[in-house]
Structure formats: structure tokens, C-alpha cells
């Protein structure tokens, strides 16, 4: 089975900051990775598919890079609405996927 | 717009079959773009795969829970289910269902997800 790893598993970060998140697949994954925003209370929310590419209604603040096992998120100006906690999930066997722990966005 | 609604118990006994279905408005469960899946979240924990299905019934179980894990799908009701069983107090979390789409190999719908406590 193919684990995924985060890092950090939180940040603090102020509005206007540049967050980058690091998501580490245990074997290689191509692009075969998604990002998730998720707020307390609710269901996560898709920003990011096949590594690079931009949901439809996510603002371009949000930016994905990488290929083969690493992969990052990029916040390029964190918005008082970005603070949530961000998830990577591989697809290399979709549909069976698994989900990294999560990084946690709160202010500083 | 589509949307996804969780439906079942909030409140499981040890031991026994959680049962949930989650029903499909606002577009059909048997589009063959898509398949339909369960992640669940522990209180204060991260998010994990349950399972998917396919309009068709091909079914792909999370390994780890594959022993205890049945989804099914009604087209007829628009509506997939998920049955686990043997039940403890580790699979207390929220359920969501979400639809799987293929050409993103993400999921791009969630339901609102729904709270179930195992515990006598």
C-alpha cells in the first residue's frame, strides 16, 4: 500500500504570507495526487487534482506542483479564509486512494 | 447541481452493523464518469478511505477494512450504501460519501457528512 506524509503537520502563518505544504507518497505516484481544504465542521473541499491542476471556483492563489513522490501546495497570499487544514490524497490505483495526515493552517 | 445527503443511525452498538445510505439529487448515480465513495473522519483525526463503487457494483474496499466493509448501489433510488460491521468504538466518526470522479481521480462532490457514535 502506498502511505502518504506531510509536512509540517502545522504551520502558523499570517494574512499575506506564502505557504508551502509538502506531501510525500512512499512510492511513485506520476501526478496521480489531489489537495483538499477542509474548515472545522466541514466536508473537505477539492482545490487541486492531478498534482498541478485548478479546480473549478478555486482562486489561483492556490498552486500545486511535483511528480513521482514529492508534491507541494502553495498559498501564494494566505487569505483570512485559507486557514483550515490541507490534505493530500495519491490516486496511483484509483479508485483506491489514501489520504495524508493533514497540515493545519492557523494564524500566528 | 448535484448533491449528496448521508441518511442512517447516529448512534451504533458494539458489535453490531453500522448501516448508512447516501442518496444522489440533481443528477444521475449511473453516469459512467463517476464512481461514488465513503471516507470517514474520526473526532479531532484525518480523513479515510472507505471504499467505492461503480453504477455497475465493482466494488474497491480499503484494504484495511476490507473483512468488514459491504457497499451496494440502487440505481432505481439514485442511492449507495455502506454497511460495516462488527462495530467498535474506533469506527466512531463522521461518514461523507463523495462522488469519484474519473478524469480528476479526486473526489469533486462531498455530502455533508453525518456523526455516527459507536458505544451501548
Known amino acids: 500500500d502506498i502511505q502518504m506524509t506531510q509536512s509540517p503537520s502545522s504551520v502558523s502563518a499570517s494574512v499575506g504570507d506564502r505557504v508551502t505544504i509538502t506531501c510525500r507518497a512512499s512510492?511513485?505516484?506520476?501526478?496521480?495526487l489531489a489537495w483538499y481544504q477542509q474548515k472545522p465542521g466541514k466536508a473537505p473541499k477539492l482545490l487541486i487534482y492531478?498534482?498541478?491542476s485548478l479546480q473549478s471556483g478555486v482562486p489561483s492563489r492556490f498552486s500545486g506542483s511535483g511528480s513521482g513522490t514529492d508534491f507541494t501546495l502553495t498559498i501564494s497570499s494566505l487569505q483570512p479564509e485559507d486557514f483550515a487544514t490541507y490534505y493530500c490524497?495519491?490516486?496511483?490505483?484509483?479508485?483506491?486512494?489514501?489520504f495524508g495526515p493533514g497540515t493545519k493552517v492557523d494564524i500566528k | 447541481q448535484l448533491q449528496l445527503q448521508e441518511s442512517g443511525p447516529g448512534l451504533v452498538k458494539p458489535s453490531e452493523t453500522l448501516s448508512l445510505t447516501c442518496t444522489v439529487s440533481?443528477?444521475?448515480?449511473?453516469?459512467?464518469?463517476?464512481?461514488w465513495g465513503w471516507i470517514r473522519q474520526p473526532p479531532g483525526k484525518g480523513l479515510e478511505w472507505i471504499g467505492s463503487?461503480?453504477?455497475?457494483?465493482?466494488?474497491y474496499y480499503n484494504p484495511s477494512l476490507k473483512s468488514r466493509v459491504t457497499i451496494s448501489v440502487d440505481t432505481s433510488k439514485n442511492q449507495f450504501s455502506l454497511k460495516l460491521s462488527s462495530v467498535t468504538a474506533a469506527d466512531t466518526a463522521v461518514y461523507y460519501c463523495?462522488?469519484?470522479?474519473?478524469?480528476?481521480?479526486?473526489?469533486?462532490?462531498w455530502g455533508q457528512g453525518t456523526m455516527v457514535t459507536v458505544s451501548s
Open positions: 440533481g443528477g444521475s448515480i449511473s453516469s459512467s464518469s463517476y464512481y
Open positions: 492531478a498534482a498541478s
Open positions: 512510492q511513485g505516484i506520476s501526478s496521480w
Open positions: 490524497q495519491q490516486a496511483n490505483s484509483f479508485p483506491r486512494v489514501t
Open positions: 463523495a462522488r469519484h470522479a474519473l478524469d480528476l481521480e479526486a473526489f469533486d462532490i
Open positions: 463503487i461503480y453504477y455497475s457494483g465493482s466494488t
